[in-house]
């Protein structure tokens, strides 16, 4: 990761160094042959100054100026013949077009000529020619793009420094963030991705983390879906096998009658196993006004068989009015179901439901004449229940979760003897005068 960000980093820096180098290269030659042309021209046109009106008349002989930087100076007449300085013996092409009162400036070969015209009574009567190597300007122009190619590999190697840390910096949260990814793909729900620099790493983070609670929460629900589900059935397919065991040891004369039974504890079945898997796989529980009376005569339906099976009384204190409490009457149902199937395996002699009523709540309790629990920490820790489960079994835990899911609070009021499980939700009417 690191070496193709660093690949990239350096790639885009050669890119931009060809992309500015080469023309500012060409700009450069381009300066030089200018500058140096106009040396040559204005050596030229200084030199013109000097030459005498009546030269070409005249016996004396032109001198013309010496220079320093290798530039010859000849002069010509206004038929193309040399009078004076360093030239060819007639007129070139720039020495002809001079004489046209042109300033002529080429290049022949590895010389640069600059033929400027002589004037004199507004018409031209000489040309001075000036030449020079064009080895100087290719020098100078050869060692500033040296200095140019320098630069640019300092530029390249502070680029690659640069690009190195950048790397070192975009590669290391990226990398976290592939680690979790890993680590989620594992199963492991409990990833935190670090924060970076990065806004969209670090948004990225936060969805992988926010999507591993979202999973977390799902794998958790389903689990305890898993593990609701087996304490639940359990009634129900108790009470169909009691009722299928009793019809056969005394068999009614209308065997249709323990098939309809049948047929409504299948019922309840499906029921139960829908409401599980929708507490199960939906986050927030519904919640509306619950009728106390209603859920009270379901659970009294449900567990009446088994009770009496048993021989053991249940008691549901009935409501002097209609009650209603805010919550979900499926969950608040399951929730009692566990409670008093914890008192009819757990508990012994009588099992009571009854209910008080305050101003804002209502509590429910559950209770037995058994010998109690023996530790209440069972109902917050569910591991510790493997030490003592034929003290107050596997269903407080859950019944706690069902309880929290309503709204509501599970308290247990009196551990030993005779034990009381309290149910506290809140109300929704007020109480009937």
């Known amino acids: 990761m690191r070496r193709r960000i660093l690949a990239a ?14 023309p500012l290269g060409i700009v450069v030659q381009r300066f030089v042959d200018d500058d140096a042309a106009l040396r040559v021209e204005r050596a030229a046109v200084l030199a013109s100054r000097q030459v005498p009106a009546d030269f070409a008349t005249s016996n004396d002989p032109v001198e013309l100026p010496t220079t320093s930087d290798g530039i010859a100076l000849a002069l010509y007449d206004n038929t193309g013949t040399l009078v004076a300085g360093s030239g060819p013996k007639t007129a070139d092409a720039a020495t002809t077009e001079a004489l046209a009162n042109r300033i002529a400036d080429v290049e022949f070969g590895d010389a640069r000529v600059v033929a400027v015209p002589v004037a004199a009574d ?88 926010a999507t591993a609670r979202r999973l977390d929460d799902l794998v958790s629900r389903e689990r305890a879906f898993s593990t609701d589900a087996s304490h639940q059935l359990r009634t129900p397919i108790a009470g169909l096998r009691a009722a299928i065991e009793t019809e056969l040891a005394f068999p009614r004369p209308d065997r249709t009658e323990v098939l309809h039974e049948a047929i409504n504890d299948i019922d309840r079945l499906e029921r139960t196993i829908t409401e599980l898997l929708t507490i199960a796989r939906t986050s927030e529980v519904a919640t509306s006004p619950v009728v106390l009376d209603e859920v009270f005569a379901e659970v009294e339906q449900s567990w009446r068989g088994r009770f009496t099976h048993t021989d053991r009384p249940l008691t549901i204190t009935a409501a002097r009015y209609a009650p209603t409490v805010r919550g979900n009457a499926a969950v608040l149902r399951h929730a009692l179901d566990v409670l008093v199937d914890n008192a009819l395996r757990h508990g012994a002699g009588e099992v009571r439901i009854d209910h008080t009523v305050t101003e804002t709540t209502i509590t429910i309790s559950v209770t037995d004449e058994g010998q109690g629990f023996a530790t209440p920490t069972a109902l917050y820790e569910p591991s510790s229940l493997q030490d003592d489960i034929s003290l107050h079994g596997l269903g407080l835990p859950l019944a706690r979760r069902l309880v929290e899911a309503l709204p509501g609070r599970l308290t247990i009021t009196r551990v030993a003897p005779h034990p009381q499980i309290d149910i506290v939700v809140q109300r929704t009417l007020p109480p009937s005068p």
């Not at 050669?14 to 180098?21: D, H, R």
């Not at 031209?124 to 300007?137: F, M």
């Open 9 to 22: 980093i350096l790639s885009v820096t050669a890119v931009a160094i060809v992309l500015f180098g080469v």
């Open 122 to 209: 507004e018409r031209v009567i000489g040309v001075i020619r000036a030449e020079q190597s064009t080895a100087a300007s290719d020098s100078r122009t050869r060692r500033i793009i040296a200095l140019l190619v320098a630069l640019a590999v300092g530029v390249l190697m502070i680029g690659s420094a640069i690009g190195y840390v950048l790397a070192g910096r975009l590669a290391r949260p990226v990398r976290r963030l592939r680690d979790a990814a890993v680590d989620l793909g594992d199963g492991d729900f409990t990833i935190d991705v670090p924060r970076s620099s990065v806004p969209e790493l670090d948004q990225a983070g936060q969805a992988m983390t």
